[in-house]
T-cell receptor, first 112, second 108 residues
Framework: NAGVTQTPKFQVLKTGQSMTLQCAQD?????MSWYRQDPGMGLRLIHY???????DQGEVPNGYNVSRSTTEDFPLRLLSAAPSQTSVYFC???????????FGSGTRLTVV | DQQVKQNSPSLSVQEGRISILNCDYT??????FLWYKKYPAEGPTFLIS?????DKNEDGRFTVFLNKSAKHLSLHIVPSQPGDSAVYFC???????FGTGTRLTIIP
C-alpha cells in the first residue's frame, strides 16, 4: 500500500518556467489537497478537491492550477514559476471531514 | 488572518515528563480539530483528532483537550519519549487550516 506518492522529490526551475507536480493516492480517498510549507508559516492550503471533477481554491491559489480527472490523481501545475513559489509542497488525501489526512513525503521546489 | 494559532514556536521537555502543546482558534464553527506530527524531510503524520462535541479524546500516550468557550485545545503527551521530538501542528478541519507549528524537543 503506497499511500500518497508525490513526484518529483526535488526540482529546480528557472523563473517563468512551468511544471507539474504529481500526486497519486491508492486508498480511494475522495478528498485531496495541496499545501505549501514555508518557514514560520505552517502549511497553507493551495487547492483542494472533494471528488473527481470538483476542485476549489484554498488560501494561496494564485499562480497554481489543479484538475481532478480521476479519484487517484491530483496534479498541481505551476503556470509561470516565480521565486516566491520556492517552497516545500505537500499533497494529502482523506476519506472526509474529521478523519486524519495522509500526506505525501513532499516536493522541494526551488525557483531561481 | 490566522484562524489557528500556535503561540509557542518551541518547547523542551525532560524525557518521562508531560509535554503540553497548545493551540488557539478564532472560528467557533470548526467541527473537528486534529494534531499532526512532522519529522524533517517527511510529510506530516496524523496523531489524534477531536470533534467539537467532545472535550477530551485519548489514544495511548496522547490526549487532546478541547475548551470551546476559550477556543483553545491542547495536546498532552505522557510520558514524553525521545522519539516524540518533532514539529507538532494543530489543524482545524475546515479545509484543514493549520497552525504554524511547535517544535518539541525531548531531553534525554
Amino acid at each position: 500500500n503506497a499511500g500518497v506518492t508525490q513526484t518529483p522529490k526535488f526540482q529546480v526551475l528557472k523563473t517563468g518556467q512551468s511544471m507539474t507536480l504529481q500526486c497519486a493516492q491508492d486508498m480511494n480517498h475522495e478528498y485531496m489537497s495541496w499545501y505549501r510549507q514555508d518557514p514560520g508559516m505552517g502549511l497553507r492550503l493551495i487547492h483542494y478537491s472533494v471528488g473527481a471533477g470538483i476542485t476549489d481554491q484554498g488560501e494561496v491559489p494564485n499562480g497554481y492550477n489543479v484538475s481532478r480527472s480521476t479519484t487517484e490523481d491530483f496534479p498541481l501545475r505551476l503556470l509561470s514559476a516565480a521565486p516566491s513559489q520556492t517552497s516545500v509542497y505537500f499533497c494529502a488525501s482523506s476519506t472526509g471531514t474529521g478523519h486524519g489526512y495522509t500526506f505525501g513525503s513532499g516536493t522541494r521546489l526551488t525557483v531561481v | 488572518d490566522q484562524q489557528v494559532k500556535q503561540n509557542s514556536p518551541s518547547l523542551s521537555v525532560q524525557e518521562g515528563r508531560i509535554s503540553i502543546l497548545n493551540c488557539d482558534y478564532t472560528n467557533s464553527m470548526f467541527d473537528y480539530f486534529l494534531w499532526y506530527k512532522k519529522y524533517p524531510a517527511e510529510g506530516p503524520t496524523f496523531l489524534i483528532s477531536i470533534s467539537s462535541i467532545k472535550d477530551k479524546n485519548e489514544d495511548g500516550r496522547f490526549t487532546v483537550f478541547l475548551n470551546k468557550s476559550a477556543k483553545h485545545l491542547s495536546l498532552h503527551i505522557v510520558p514524553s519519549q525521545p522519539g516524540d521530538s518533532a514539529v507538532y501542528f494543530c489543524a482545524a478541519d475546515e479545509k484543514l487550516t493549520f497552525g504554524t507549528g511547535t517544535r518539541l524537543t525531548i531531553i534525554p
